[in-house]
Protein backbone atom coordinates (compact mmCIF):
# COMPACT_ATOMS: atom_id res chain seq x y z
CA UNK A 1 0.00 0.00 0.00
CA UNK A 2 1.58 3.41 -1.08
CA UNK A 3 2.49 5.13 2.03
CA UNK A 4 0.05 8.38 1.24
CA UNK A 5 -2.79 6.29 1.38
CA UNK A 6 -1.71 4.38 4.48
CA UNK A 7 -1.37 7.94 5.99
CA UNK A 8 -4.63 8.94 5.11
CA UNK A 9 -6.19 5.31 6.18
CA UNK A 10 -4.63 6.06 9.91
CA UNK A 11 -5.70 9.48 9.90
CA UNK A 12 -9.50 8.26 8.75
CA UNK A 13 -9.41 5.62 11.43
CA UNK A 14 -7.73 7.79 14.10
CA UNK A 15 -10.32 10.46 13.53
CA UNK A 16 -13.01 8.26 13.61
CA UNK A 17 -12.23 6.27 16.97
CA UNK A 18 -12.52 10.05 18.69
CA UNK A 19 -15.28 11.17 17.06
CA UNK A 20 -18.22 11.41 19.53
CA UNK A 21 -21.47 9.85 18.39
CA UNK A 22 -23.21 11.12 21.08
CA UNK A 23 -22.12 14.27 24.35
CA UNK A 24 -18.94 12.05 26.29
CA UNK A 25 -19.43 8.98 24.28
CA UNK A 26 -16.55 8.04 21.09
CA UNK A 27 -16.97 5.72 18.66
CA UNK A 28 -14.28 3.98 20.16
CA UNK A 29 -16.83 2.24 22.48
CA UNK A 30 -18.77 0.99 19.51
CA UNK A 31 -15.79 -1.63 18.84
CA UNK A 32 -16.60 -5.24 20.36
CA UNK A 33 -13.76 -6.88 18.94
CA UNK A 34 -11.29 -7.80 21.36
CA UNK A 35 -8.47 -8.35 18.80
CA UNK A 36 -9.27 -5.31 17.08
CA UNK A 37 -8.96 -3.30 20.05
CA UNK A 38 -5.85 -5.03 20.96
CA UNK A 39 -4.23 -4.50 17.70
CA UNK A 40 -5.20 -0.86 17.81
CA UNK A 41 -3.60 -0.59 20.96
CA UNK A 42 0.01 -2.20 20.04
CA UNK A 43 -0.57 -1.17 15.92
CA UNK A 44 2.61 -0.01 14.22
CA UNK A 45 3.66 0.50 10.58
CA UNK A 46 6.36 -2.70 10.97
CA UNK A 47 4.28 -5.22 12.25
CA UNK A 48 1.43 -7.40 10.44
CA UNK A 49 -2.12 -5.85 11.82
CA UNK A 50 -4.58 -7.42 9.67
CA UNK A 51 -7.68 -6.21 11.52
CA UNK A 52 -6.55 -2.52 11.44
CA UNK A 53 -5.95 -2.99 7.91
CA UNK A 54 -8.70 -4.17 7.16
CA UNK A 55 -10.98 -1.50 9.52
CA UNK A 56 -8.83 0.99 7.77
CA UNK A 57 -9.75 0.20 4.31
CA UNK A 58 -13.33 0.14 5.50
CA UNK A 59 -12.79 3.66 6.53
CA UNK A 60 -11.60 4.12 3.11
CA UNK A 61 -14.26 2.52 1.64
CA UNK A 62 -17.08 5.01 3.49
CA UNK A 63 -14.64 7.95 2.45
CA UNK A 64 -15.18 7.02 -1.40
CA UNK A 65 -18.89 6.31 -0.69
CA UNK A 66 -19.48 9.52 0.28
CA UNK A 67 -17.64 11.68 -2.24
CA UNK A 68 -19.50 9.64 -4.87
CA UNK A 69 -22.59 10.85 -3.41
CA UNK A 70 -21.66 14.26 -3.07
CA UNK A 71 -20.41 13.87 -6.90
CA UNK A 72 -23.65 12.79 -7.79
CA UNK A 73 -25.60 15.48 -6.15
CA UNK A 74 -23.93 18.01 -8.34
CA UNK A 75 -24.04 16.34 -11.42
CA UNK A 76 -27.63 16.57 -10.79
CA UNK A 77 -27.45 20.20 -10.22
CA UNK A 78 -25.50 20.25 -13.46
CA UNK A 79 -27.93 18.96 -15.42
CA UNK A 80 -30.65 22.00 -14.91
CA UNK A 81 -30.77 23.44 -18.19
CA UNK A 82 -29.99 27.00 -18.75
CA UNK A 83 -33.43 27.55 -20.73
CA UNK A 84 -35.46 25.81 -18.77
CA UNK A 85 -34.61 28.46 -15.91
CA UNK A 86 -37.31 31.17 -15.26
CA UNK A 87 -35.30 33.53 -17.41
CA UNK A 88 -36.65 32.43 -20.96
CA UNK A 89 -39.87 31.22 -19.85
CA UNK A 90 -43.23 33.22 -21.35
CA UNK A 91 -43.89 34.00 -17.78
CA UNK A 92 -40.63 35.91 -17.50
CA UNK A 93 -41.83 37.99 -20.16
CA UNK A 94 -45.23 38.81 -19.71
CA UNK A 95 -44.86 39.80 -15.83
CA UNK A 96 -45.00 43.24 -16.01
CA UNK A 97 -42.45 43.73 -13.14
CA UNK A 98 -39.53 43.16 -15.14
CA UNK A 99 -40.82 43.31 -18.87
CA UNK A 100 -42.61 45.81 -20.86
CA UNK A 101 -44.07 44.76 -23.97
CA UNK A 102 -44.55 46.75 -27.09
CA UNK A 103 -44.72 46.23 -30.78
CA UNK A 104 -43.17 47.38 -33.58
CA UNK A 105 -44.44 48.18 -37.03
CA UNK A 106 -43.98 45.21 -38.25
CA UNK A 107 -46.04 43.71 -35.59
CA UNK A 108 -42.98 41.93 -33.98
CA UNK A 109 -43.31 41.87 -30.11
CA UNK A 110 -40.56 44.30 -28.35
CA UNK A 111 -39.25 43.98 -24.74
CA UNK A 112 -37.21 46.31 -22.64
CA UNK A 113 -35.93 45.45 -19.45
CA UNK A 114 -36.17 47.68 -16.14
CA UNK A 115 -35.21 46.84 -12.32
CA UNK A 116 -32.42 44.33 -13.28
Given at each position: ???????????????????????????LTKILSEPL????????????????????????????????????????????????????????????????????????????????
Amino acid sequence: MPKQIKDWMEGLIKDWLIEEYAPGKKNLTKILSEPLLEELISYNDKDNFDRVIAFGLVMVFRESLHNIKVKSAKETEKKRELFNAPLFTKEWFNNSEYAERSCSNDGIEIYTYNNL
